[in-house]
């Protein structure tokens, strides 16, 4: 009798665009988009991003030459934005890869490991879950002084924890299947069965783990400038354009209203292609949800 | 009592029950037999408006001259419980986990009489003597799980006969629980059913089981009723092909009412399997599987009578002792 | 452990506070004031000794006690997360339960997709809306600041009203999620087919015997959304000026008081091991089946 996985995270069968769940293609539209915009900022802004011009200040949204208008400094909010998408992604890229590459090889060394190892890192990893991104980031910052470093340092502590727990389990299935045992039969060490027979298995999970963990890191960015520390001047970053923008609320709301749905919508773009992602993988486990 | 005509039961186009006529006068007890997949349940769970979601029903189930099909399920609810009892496949399943035996059967008291929910501790003791379950302080402060599964079908019995309902349904009461305790469960419905004379529709794929238990037997293959008559004459006589072919491979059929349950488990099956919904064949359902074939099969296959109390479809019936 | 992470990647605490222009005979006097001369583990008995006896010194800018300040500040910081836990729990369960008996129709779609894009929101961002809106505009609610609850009752949960909805927001948009793929589930239980069977309609047999089934997998997740909240808390403590543990620790960090950082970050680290314990208690009192494995039934 053929034994076969649980869930099947085995690779699909080619699908045409049309048959593409929904979610993938608006995640994919809109995180590609961004990913386009975030690119052109190295090439072409609007403005220059950090040049003062006293005389346009508060300018509203669809002025002329600024059609998401003016700051307090007379900065273009457009180009404000597109920088803060080069920002937001550059952090959210280096760490959640860095802690991807980390968390991945713990969990496939722990899920390989003896029982006792086991357990002990389990609850560690248990442990590092629980505790907020933000926390490690604050502390993080008293140590070596706000900006992106602190923010990507404890943005990659947070998530090895995370991506850990997410591996293990099916590296443990996996390594439970006949064929497993087999190629340890032919004398395979175990980095090279890990490397070679689990991890193409498990690819899928580690993807759609990455896009979650992609619109998770957009957030804590956000959150971490706008509370000072993140990202600091003059770099752009859609938390401390908010931030700067709450004193302002009375006087230019559309300052606060624009970085915000920019937030939305690369987190909101992120998570739909995890979710995307996730369906085109594993049609059946996805239809029951 | 029940009068079931002209239902057709279909899920996303595929038609999964076709029944033109089926009846249960009061106190008579029919036996569904057929393999899993054959649309026995879903036919009974359409009578309590139980199926799923997604089928849609057609034709007419009249209980007691009241048509069921197209009833709201708030006047669905009142019939339910009171009128048709269910006792379900598995029991295992089959009870809150989160809520303790006493109270779940309490509810099946409370839904349909006037009964307060304080007052109805009385009734459920009744209830759990009734169904021969011992030390009952115990097993109203139960929860499922620190119950057996016998012992959980025997609450499921005991919530089903709550209201003295008119007619008791047993969705193969039997088939996820314990070889040892298989007796005992189908000696107590049927007792009970005597008892109180409730009608019992018993579905199971059993015949031989299923023989002892009820007077009339309809054998369902693909949805539709192939086989239709008193208990013994189609055990022993049988019309149909598929019928024959059931029989055949019920080795192990019990001999005496006695052995029920105690063989159950060598029970063989019939060369090939059910098709999937949507690839049966024209014609007879279950042609592709049948040594007898002839031609016609392949035509519609309409009832035919065959002695008044008998009827069947099939082209090339097995002619009485020929 | 956060004693350590401060300790290995901190440098010089003396150094940083004094500035680059500090001579090194001023860095030692420092060191010695603040007792930072001594063996590292020394260090840290007094400070968890400090933190049980409730006397953990002065800050260094000296204007405060350092554990009074803890605990002034703990109320409203414990009124937000418990506040936004309780109505974020209980919103999601009846909201996924709806999601989930209309799974197949626009309204369950609907709720699907608002929740999908409630997830996308940043708290903060959803406060300072909310402050635009019923605050500046409308007027309803104060745009910031906090009354003391044994001041003025009601005053003080209009103070803490439009926080706790912003906090809300987010943690309800996840948990309905996960309550509406945990009802589907139970959906197909038979138990409740059998509640039908016994004369319940379907609704009602959703509610008394599905919703209890369905709160179990969602408090487990609850407990991992526990670090969010937290950090959710500390933010929007900083959108509406709420003099709570979050702004605490935020002045700490910038003016470089390690002891505050520690011993704050300590004090939300026990806020989410309380809560996850108080989650596991609700686990055990919802699921009978618990209670029997750790008793060895």
Same mark, same amino acid.
């Given at each position: 009798m053929v034994t076969r996985l649980k869930k099947s995270w085995s690779?699909?069968?080619?699908?045409?665009?049309?048959?593409?769940?929904?979610?993938?293609?608006?995640?994919?539209?809109?995180?590609?988009?961004?990913?386009?915009?975030?690119?052109?900022?190295?090439?072409?802004?609007?403005?220059?991003?950090?040049?003062?011009?006293?005389r346009n200040r508060y300018l509203p949204i669809w002025s002329d030459g600024h059609i998401l208008g003016t700051?307090?400094?007379?900065?273009?909010?457009?180009?404000?934005?597109?920088?803060?998408?080069?920002?937001? +992604?550059?952090?959210?890229?280096?760490s959640t890869l860095v802690s991807l590459v980390i968390g991945t090889l713990l969990g496939l060394y722990v899920a390989a490991a003896g029982a006792r190892l086991q357990n002990i890192i389990s609850r560690g990893v248990d442990v590092g879950v629980a505790i907020p991104g933000i926390l490690v980031a604050m502390v993080l910052?008293?140590?070596?002084?706000?900006?992106?470093?602190?923010?990507?340092?404890?943005?990659?502590?947070?998530?090895?924890?995370?991506?850990?727990?997410?591996?293990?389990?099916?590296?443990?299935?996996? +390594?439970?299947?006949?064929?497993?045992?087999a190629a340890f039969g032919y004398g395979r060490t175990k980095w090279f069965v890990l490397f070679n027979h689990v991890l193409p298995n498990i690819s899928s999970i580690i993807i759609v783990q990455a896009s979650v963990m992609f619109a998770a890191a957009i957030l804590i960015e956000a959150s971490?400038?706008?509370?000072?520390?993140?990202?600091?001047?003059?770099?752009?970053?859609?938390?401390?354009?908010?931030?700067?923008?709450?004193?302002?609320?009375?006087?230019?709301?559309?300052?606060?209203?624009?970085p915000g749905l920019a937030i939305v919508i690369a987190v909101l773009g992120f998570n739909l292609l995890g979710d995307g992602l996730r369906t085109y993988y594993d049609p059946q486990q996805a239809r029951k949800r | 009592m029940l009068t079931i005509r002209d239902l057709k039961v279909t899920i996303a186009g595929h038609t999964v029950a076709e029944v033109e006529m089926l009846e249960v006068r009061e106190g008579q007890r029919l036996g569904l037999v057929g393999e899993s997949g054959s649309g026995k349940s879903m036919i009974v769970m359409s009578i309590l408006g139980l199926q799923p979601k997604?089928?849609?029903?057609?034709?007419?189930?009249?209980?007691?001259?009241?048509?069921?099909?197209?009833?709201?399920?708030?006047?669905?609810?009142?019939?339910?419980?009171?009128?048709?009892?269910?006792?379900?496949?598995?029991?295992?399943?089959?009870?809150?986990?989160?809520?303790?035996?006493?109270?779940?059967?309490?509810?099946?008291?409370?839904?349909?009489?006037?009964?307060?929910?304080?007052?109805?501790?009385?009734?459920?003791?009744?209830?759990?003597?009734?169904?021969?379950?011992?030390?009952?302080?115990?097993?109203?402060?139960?929860?499922?799980?620190?119950?057996?599964?016998?012992?959980?079908?025997?609450?499921?019995?005991?919530?089903?006969?709550?209201?003295?309902?008119?007619?008791l349904i047993a969705d193969e009461p039997t088939t996820a629980l314990d070889v040892t305790v298989q007796g005992e469960i189908l000696q107590l419905i049927l007792t009970l059913s005597r008892e109180l004379g409730?009608?019992?529709?018993?579905?199971?794929?059993?015949?031989?089981?299923?023989?002892?238990?009820?007077?009339?037997?309809?054998?369902?293959?693909?949805?539709?009723?192939?086989?239709?008559?008193p208990a013994h004459a189609v055990v022993n006589t049988p019309l149909h092909r598929y019928t024959e072919a059931l029989i055949s491979a019920n080795i192990a059929m019990p001999k005496t009412q006695a052995d029920i349950g105690r063989e159950a488990g060598k029970l063989q099956s019939i060369d090939g399997s059910v098709p999937a919904l949507g690839t049966f064949p024209n014609g007879?359902?279950?042609?592709?599987?049948?040594?007898?074939?002839?031609?016609?099969?392949?035509?519609?296959?309409?009832?035919?009578?065959?002695?008044?109390?008998?009827?069947?479809?099939?082209?090339?019936?097995?002619?009485?002792?020929? | 452990m956060v004693f350590a992470l401060l300790r290995l990647l901190g440098g010089d605490v003396a150094y940083i506070l004094l500035g680059k222009e500090a001579t090194q005979d001023q860095v030692i006097a420092l060191r010695i004031e603040l007792g930072l001369d001594r063996i590292w583990f020394v260090q840290y008995f007094d400070w968890i000794g400090g933190f049980f006896s409730a006397n953990l010194g002065t800050s260094f800018?000296?204007?405060?006690?350092?554990?009074?300040?803890?605990?002034?500040?703990?109320?409203?910081?414990?009124?937000?997360?418990?506040?936004?836990?309780?109505?974020?729990?209980?919103?999601?369960?009846?909201?996924?339960?709806?999601?989930?008996?209309?799974?197949?129709?626009?309204?369950?779609?609907?709720?699907?997709?608002?929740?999908?894009i409630g997830t996308a929101i940043p708290a903060f961002w959803a406060g300072l809306i909310l402050v635009v809106v019923f605050s500046v505009s409308l007027g309803w609610f104060p745009a910031g600041g906090y009354v003391p609850i044994q001041e003025n009752f009601l005053g003080s949960l209009r103070s803490i009203f439009l926080p706790i909805v912003a906090l809300s927001l987010g943690i309800t948009s996840v948990t309905t999620r996960f309550v509406r793929s945990a009802m589907l589930d139970v959906l197909n239980e038979d138990y409740i087919r059998t509640a039908m069977a016994r004369g319940q309609t379907r609704n009602r047999a959703v509610f008394v015997h599905g919703l209890r089934n369905a709160a179990i997998p969602v408090v487990t997740v609850g407990a991992l959304q526990l670090g969010n909240l937290l950090a959710g808390t500390i933010v929007i403590e900083s959108v509406f000026v709420i003099p709570g543990l979050g702004q605490l620790l935020l002045s700490a960090v910038n003016g470089r008081e390690v002891i505050v950082v520690q011993s704050v970050v300590l004090v939300i680290l026990l806020i989410i091991l309380v809560m996850n314990f108080l989650l596991d208690i609700a686990y055990g009192l919802l699921d009978p089946r618990i209670l029997d494995k750790r008793n060895g039934a």
């Open positions: 690779k699909p069968t080619r699908a045409r665009l049309s048959n593409l769940p929904a979610s993938l293609l608006i995640g994919g539209g809109l995180v590609g988009f961004l990913v386009c915009v975030a690119l052109l900022s190295f090439v072409w802004t609007p403005y220059d991003p950090i040049t003062i011009d006293v700051d307090k400094f007379g900065r273009d909010v457009l180009t404000q934005l597109i920088m803060g998408a080069r920002n937001s +992604l550059f952090v959210s890229v280096v910052a008293t140590a070596i002084g706000p900006g992106n470093a602190a923010a990507i340092t404890a943005i990659i502590i947070w998530f090895i924890p995370v991506s850990a727990r997410v591996v293990i389990g099916p590296t443990m299935q996996v +390594l439970s299947q006949d064929y497993i045992e971490l400038s706008f509370l000072g520390v993140g990202a600091q001047p003059p770099t752009a970053s859609w938390g401390r354009t908010l931030k700067e923008a709450q004193p302002l609320m009375e006087i230019a709301p559309s300052l606060m209203v624009v | 997604s089928a849609s029903i057609t034709g007419s189930i009249t209980f007691n001259g009241q048509e069921l099909i197209g009833l709201s399920d708030k006047k669905m609810a009142n019939i339910r419980g009171s009128l048709i009892g269910l006792v379900p496949q598995d029991p295992t399943k089959s009870l809150n986990p989160t809520m303790r035996i006493g109270k779940q059967i309490a509810e099946a008291i409370t839904l349909h009489s006037s009964i307060k929910k304080n007052k109805a501790d009385q009734r459920v003791r009744e209830l759990i003597s009734n169904v021969r379950l011992p030390d009952p302080d115990r097993i109203l402060r139960s929860y499922p799980h620190q119950l057996s599964g016998g012992q959980q079908q025997r609450v499921l019995i005991a919530m089903a006969i709550a209201s003295n309902p008119m007619m409730m009608g019992l529709i018993f579905v199971s794929h059993e015949l031989g089981v299923v023989r002892f238990i009820c007077d009339e037997i309809a054998v369902i293959y693909g949805g539709h009723v192939f086989e239709i008559g007879c359902r279950f042609r592709n599987r049948c040594v007898y074939e002839i031609t016609e099969c392949a035509l519609p296959v309409p009832m035919q009578n065959a002695d008044g109390s008998r009827f069947h479809r099939c082209r090339n019936p097995i002619r009485e002792k020929g | 800018s000296g204007s405060y006690e350092i554990f009074d300040q803890i605990g002034q500040r703990l109320v409203p910081t414990l009124l937000l997360a418990f506040g936004s836990l309780f109505v974020s729990m209980v919103l999601a369960l009846f909201l996924g339960t709806y999601a989930a008996l209309n799974a197949d129709n626009t309204k369950g779609i609907a709720t699907d997709i608002v929740s999908q």
